[in-house]
Structures are given as C-alpha cells and as structure tokens.
C-alpha cells in the first residue's frame, strides 16, 4: 500500500513540474539570455528630429502657471519651445539670423509678420556601428512652420455634438476671440474669448484666463462664477472635439465635430 501511494506521488510530481513552463524559455529580444537576443533591437540611426510646443503663461493672473502645448506647425503669435529628442549630441539649429547649440530653447513671435518660418537642426554624434554600418553621425532637418491670426486656429469656430449626461439632442457650441478694447467686437488677435451655447441655453460667456493653440483651448480660472477651469481639445485627423469644462461648479462634457470657422 505504502509503495502504491509512492508511486502515486511521485507521477503526481512528475506532472506537476512537466506542467510547469520551462524557466530558460525566453523571447525578449532585448534580454541578452533570451536566444531570440538583438544588440540593435530599439536602438536608431543619429536623426536629427524637431519637436515644436507652445509656451502657454498665465503668470499675470495667478501666479506660476506654465504649460507647454505640444503641436506641430501652426501657432498664434506666442512662444515658442524648439527641442531635439536625441540625447547627447552637438546640436546646431539656425532660426533666421540666429544659430542656437543647445537641445531645447525657446523664442518668442508676438511681434513678426503672420506667414511662414523655418527653422533647421544639425545633429552630429558618435553612430553605432554595429548596428548602422553606413550612419555616418550626421543628420539635418528642416522644418516649417505658420504664424496665423487666432481665427485662423483649428479650436476656433463653430462645433456641433452633445452633452453627456443631457436631455438634449444636440446643439452648437462656439468658441470665438474677442478685442478687450472694444470688448463685444470679433477679432483674430489675441485678446480674450467668447463662447456661446456652453449650457445648450443661448448663454454667452467670456473667459480672460485662457491659452489658445491650434489644437487646444485652456482656461485656468477655479472656481469661478462664469466659465472656470477648461479643456477644449480638436483632433485634427477627423476634426472631432472634446469640450471639457466648468460653469460654476457645474461640470460639463461635450462631444462633437467642427461645423464651420
């Protein structure tokens, strides 16, 4: 009886640890015990690469607020972020009259001519050659970009599309600058923002508080009576949007797509 149960035990064991998966099995092409192992899995050529953001500031109004919009070609008169995602390299970029050497800077469009700039970077680093036998170390890109009038920005216009969590269909929101001087008259200059039919009642609310790219609208104002804190965003692949935002302490979210400038 005893030599039975040992017997028993002993398959029940030996299928136990055939069940088991094989602790040398591997498939990690990264991990240099793994026979599937690539030395150049994940690495890259030397690329010379731009990466372009909005300054976003609102400093004046409650203290250190800074965000960075990340876009890519077309800007309000604003400041702009120009860096390089390659590490460790000499980097040469020249911006009109101007040659920069380091990875990440920024300047300033308020005061230029609407239109389109250039800017162009020079990489050079040490290539792996094991890799990328024919990389010589040095690369170059030139990109483009546009400086338009607010009215001319992807965020700005007519959207249609819902409400979550409402009893109504549909409706039309608007998002439009306005000149502070004059304070009711449309303008494609940087001043401050109307925007109408957020509560889907034909209301009209202004927001001095905001930050507008060519993708995105951000207004930083808690807690305030009229239109607080707020994200609009548009994608530009198929112009939906999503409108997040607060009336009050109210919290809205609207969804929808660009229905006119």
């Not at 030139?142 to 920005?153: D, G």
């Amino acid at each position: 009886m005893r030599l039975f149960l040992l017997l028993i035990i002993s398959v029940s064991l030996l299928f136990v640890v055939s069940c088991k998966p094989d602790k040398q099995e591997c498939h990690d092409p990264s991990n240099k015990d793994c026979d599937n192992y690539d030395p150049c899995y994940g690495q890259n050529p030397v690329k010379a690469e731009i990466l372009l953001a909005q300054k976003g500031d609102l400093g004046a109004f409650v203290g250190e607020y800074v965000v960075y919009i990340n876009e890519d070609n077309r800007f309000p008169k604003t400041e702009i972020r120009f860096s390089c995602p390659l590490e460790g390299a000499k980097y040469t970029w020249t911006l009109g009259a101007e040659t920069i050497s380091s990875q990440t800077f920024e300047r300033n469009f308020f005061s230029v001519p609407f239109g389109s700039y250039s800017v162009k970077l020079i990489v050079e680093k040490a290539p792996n050659k094991q890799c990328f036998p024919t990389d010589d170390g040095l690369d170059t890109f030139i990109k483009t970009f546009e400086i338009v009038p607010v009215c001319s920005l992807a965020i700005t216009g007519v959207f249609k599309g819902k409400w979550d969590n409402s009893i109504l269909d549909s409706g039309l929101i608007s998002l439009r600058s306005f000149n502070t001087s004059i304070n009711s008259f449309d303008s494609c200059t940087l001043g401050a923002f109307r925007l109408t039919n957020l509560q889907g009642k034909n209301d009209t609310l202004e927001a001095f508080r905001g930050i507008i790219s060519n993708q995105e609208f951000i207004n930083y104002h808690p807690n305030h009576a009229g239109i607080g804190n707020a994200n609009f965003k548009i994608n530009l692949s198929d112009n939906t949007v999503l409108f997040d935002y607060y009336i009050g302490s109210k919290h809205y979210v609207f969804r929808g797509r660009k229905y006119s400038n």
